[in-house]
């Protein structure tokens, strides 16, 4: 079973960057496509990006220029740098696969875009 533990996230002002992480317990190397999700306060989780072993990238368009994913597969580690982050972006941040069955979910890292 993988457990998912995220981290980085912090209070930011709008236009500052965080760099988020997420370790695996276990080995994600067999998992093809990982993720970032986002839950903000009364919404869905929504997926972020995604990033496949091949090293395809997938962003939401809100993201597109200011966020990158990235994994490193000896780590079992998967990181979101996040730029420019705005007021939006404030939310949740989880990290998991794509395809189901989802691994568990982790608790998450608070981002908080705020002036």
């Known amino acids: 079973q993988v457990h998912l533990a995220e981290s980085g996230g912090g209070l930011v002002q709008p236009g500052g960057s965080l760099k988020l992480s997420c370790v695996a317990s276990?080995?994600?190397?067999?998992?093809?496509?990982v993720a970032w999700y986002r839950q903000a306060p009364g919404k869905q989780r929504e997926l972020v990006a995604s990033?496949?072993?091949?090293?395809?990238?997938y962003y939401v368009d809100s993201v597109k220029g200011r966020f990158t994913i990235s994994r490193d597969s000896v780590k079992n580690t998967m990181y979101l740098q996040m730029n420019s982050l705005k007021l939006e972006d404030t939310a949740v941040y989880y990290c998991?696969?794509?395809?189901?069955?989802?691994?568990?979910w982790g608790q998450g890292t608070q981002v908080t875009v705020s002036s």
């Open positions: 276990g080995s994600i190397s067999s998992d093809n496509r």
């Open positions: 998991n696969k794509v395809s189901f069955p989802l691994h568990a």
């Open positions: 990033f496949t072993s091949s090293g395809t990238t």
